[in-house]
């Protein structure tokens, strides 16, 4: 008994001992994924930066073609302008003319000169139904350009509200002096203006008179220069 008592609790003891080898814990050791997976992240993350950064940066160069094309095409425009005023000026049987049958280019606007004896509101409503004003002379050039190409009285878009108010253009600007003298009478029933032989009159707005009409030029077009 006591032989096998003492063979059983030896067995016994070696089972146990083995046991607990074996449930021993091993440390804990980080998984191989964990750094793929980070590196996976930082190179989603700077891609979608460089996405972002190229984004911004495609959309700053449309812009910058956006506004260099259109300057380009301001000036080849006004290249157009040029070269039409000099065919005009110079040149016999060219195609080039912005303006409507019986409008005179000039500048960037079309005048037309038209024999109707109108009173000044007459003639008023005569241009803008041609989708024009009566001519506003502004500068020496304007001056020196309508004085070159009619003789006759007619009326410009000059006038005034009051007889002592001030004398104002149809865009709303005031006559410059240094441009030229209003010229008249003294009168003050006499609320608008004409044009004669390179100066300007005062007259009543009830008179008749010719007219000058202005309007915007249409775009030179390219081929018209060929």
Not at 54 to 62: A, D, H, N, S
């Amino acid at each position: 008994m006591q032989d096998e008592d003492g063979y059983i609790t030896l067995n016994f003891k070696s089972r146990a001992s083995a046991g607990t080898s074996r449930l021993t814990v091993k440390p804990a050791v980080s998984p191989a994924w964990r750094p793929v997976a980070l590196s996976l992240l930082f190179l989603c993350l700077g891609m979608a930066v460089g996405l972002v950064t190229l984004g911004i940066m495609l959309f700053i160069q449309q812009d910058y073609l956006h506004i260099e094309n259109g300057n380009l095409s301001e000036i080849l425009q006004q290249v157009a302008k040029n070269f039409c005023n000099e065919l005009i000026q110079k040149t016999v049987g060219h195609k080039c003319n912005p303006c409507d049958t019986n409008w005179r280019y000039h500048g960037d606007r079309c005048y037309g000169f038209f024999r109707h004896n109108l009173t000044w509101a007459e003639s008023k409503e005569y241009c803008a139904e041609r989708n024009a004003t009566l001519v506003m002379i502004l500068n020496k050039d304007i001056l020196d350009f309508v004085k070159g190409r009619t003789s006759f009285i007619r009326w410009i878009g000059l006038s005034r509200q009051k007889s002592d108010g001030i004398w104002i253009w149809e865009d709303g600007s005031a006559l410059s002096k240094n441009v030229f003298e209003l010229l008249g009478n003294g009168r003050n029933d006499q609320q608008c203006a004409y044009f004669h032989k390179g100066k300007i009159y005062t007259s009543l707005c009830e008179d008749t008179h010719y007219l000058i009409c202005e309007q915007k030029a249409n775009p030179v077009r390219i081929d018209q220069l060929i």
